[in-house]
């Protein structure tokens, strides 16, 4: 997006990196931030992210989505999608990372080396647009991964209560929905919380006892 | 004017969309999809002490080495070089391979360990 700000391409080379003394880097994890297209993921990377959300872009081909017409037309599907990402150092050596997911259905097949390796998701919701999350919450129900559905109150009015929410989006008793303000560092901090909740759950039920 | 159908018309239409798309690939000798799978986004990627001397190496790649003289991740490399995400890949897989990066995936921690979740969760809650 704002890619003025960027020196790093710039034509003087700045002077190579001075390796005296080797630091060893923080560990890594994520989480996925998903939900339909303006519904305030790069708002809640935003409000908690310790840098300034980075954009990043991958190139999708027509073999990487399965959808190959040999012969006539032959026209190849290449298609640009934009991620926005965020980070935050957890303590001296763990550092989380907020991957805001492209919530289209098209974009479904990006989700795999998203969600690879992810501690959880928080599905964010606009109560006005429910059909928009379907292809996140489908995909994390498929995938096995712990998530959770934060409806972003933009007004501080939802269009419908939490329970109907859960009912029109068929999840089950175990998926926490909750109210939240994307804009709100503390809220977008709980929001993430009830995400690792489930997540412990999810990691104690599976660990061999 | 041309019908759209008319293949030449539509390729000089479409002349800076296709450089565009195909120019990041042109980095990678056209390769697409020969990075290393233990390569993830949040990956930490850090500069190794290097013998060879940097100037063979192209402008992008660099740039890599010398934003990796702090740990960063893949994504981070991506964004802020304004690589296409596949492309960064495959270049840190090359310099990884030619001894000038360091790619950390030895020290990703298993998702599903409660230990990892219970850290996350200690040091989120000292967010105010």
Redesign the interface.
Known sequence: MD?AR?P??APT??P????SR??K??????IIVAGGFGVGKTTAVAA?SEIAP??????M?AAAIGVDVPGAGSEKT?T?VA?D?G??N??KT?K??L?GAPGQARFGFMWD??A?????ALVIVDSNRLDDCHPAVDYFERAGLPFAVGVNAFDGELAHDLEEIRWALTLNDRVPVFEFDARR??SV?DA??VV??V??I???E??PA | MAPVTDPEQEYTDRDDAEQS?LR??VLTAGR?AAHDPDI??????????HHHP?DTLT??Q??I???????V?V??I?????L?????KILVGDLRAAGFLEV?VQ???S????E??????????T??
């Open positions: 890619f960027s790093e391409l080379p700045a190579l990196p001075n390796f080797p630091r880097p923080p560990v890594p994890v994520k908690i980075l954009t990043t872009e991958a190139e081909t290449t640009t991620m990402f980070c935050l957890i303590d763990l989380l990372y991957f080396d998203l690879r390796g992810a501690l959880g560092r503390r901090r993430l919380l690792l909740d997540a412990l999810h990691a104690t599976k660990r | 798309r990041p690939f697409v993830d986004l949040h990956t930490q990627v850090t500069a190794r002490p940097v402008r992008e660099q740039s080495v010398r934003l990796c003289a702090e740990a991740s994504a981070e991506s964004a802020r070089l304004h296409h995400l596949g492309v960064t950390h020290d990703a921690v998702p599903h360990d409660p990892t979740i219970l850290r996350v969760i200690h040091g989120l809650r967010f105010t």
